[in-house]
């Protein structure tokens, strides 16, 4: 299994506060995703990162922002939640162009904003 | 953006059956992949498969990459195989995943 963690894996918040959701790799691959999934939508990209400092938005991105300091580290704040926020999210690390190019996920972050 | 189309939506089989799934594309993609949600939530990639054929186990998809398509083949299925199974393509780096297919295996 590739090595990624999500922490915290269940978190509970009120409407209005910001919340930080952290993302954490040990296999040095270059790519980061944020993605959420909701029932009836599949996954949706929120936002990515193609190396340290370097993050562009996906498709969902509105109400998300995100930071790679590291290169182990991909953290998502959603800077005043929103009951549509709601969801579960899901962090995921590739490579490209290297022969190795699967995208491997995190365990998710089920996160409900009351 | 690529659409990605799955079918079917939901699946209900008998362990042992054989079924397969479908994925078409609304753009060419370099990049494709089938993953397979368990009940648990937990998602697994299947396989990284831009073209041609790969098998693992009893599992193989074919993609054909000139009309925009992909297959996923489940073979004796068995009640571990349930979940849900998603394709995903795009152009490098970056994934459009479909909706995916409900599998549910019955013993």
């Known amino acids: 299994d590739a090595g990624i963690t999500q922490s915290p894996r269940h978190k509970v918040t009120e409407t209005g506060t910001p919340v930080t959701l952290r993302c954490h790799q040990t296999?040095?691959?270059?790519?980061m995703y944020w993605y959420r999934q909701d029932p009836g939508h599949g996954l949706r990209l929120i936002h990515y990162?193609?190396?340290?400092?370097d993050t562009d938005k996906g498709e969902v991105s509105d109400g998300y922002s995100v930071s790679r300091s590291k290169t182990e580290d991909f953290l998502l704040t959603l800077e005043s939640a929103t009951s549509s926020q709601t969801s579960v999210y899901f962090c995921?690390?590739?490579?490209w162009g290297s022969g190795t190019d699967t995208q491997y996920f995190g365990p998710g972050t089920r996160l409900t904003v009351l | 953006g690529i659409q990605v189309e799955q079918s079917p939506p939901d699946l209900i089989l008998q362990e042992g059956a054989n079924s397969t799934l479908r994925c078409n594309f609304s753009?060419?993609?370099?990049?494709l992949q089938w993953f397979h949600q368990n009940p648990w939530g937990q998602l697994i990639n299947l396989f990284y498969?831009?073209?041609g054929t790969k098998q693992n186990g009893r599992l193989s998809a074919t993609t054909v990459a000139t009309e925009r398509y992909s297959l996923l083949y489940i073979s004796s299925s068995q009640t571990t195989d349930s979940g849900v199974y998603f394709c995903?393509?795009?152009?490098?780096?970056?994934?459009?995943f479909g909706k995916g297919t409900l599998l549910t295996v019955n013993p």
């Open positions: 995903a393509g795009g152009s490098n780096y970056k994934l459009t």
């Open positions: 296999e040095n691959h270059r790519y």
């Open positions: 995921a690390i590739s490579e």
């Open positions: 990162s193609y190396g340290v400092k």
């Open positions: 498969i831009p073209s």
């Open positions: 753009d060419s993609v370099n990049n």
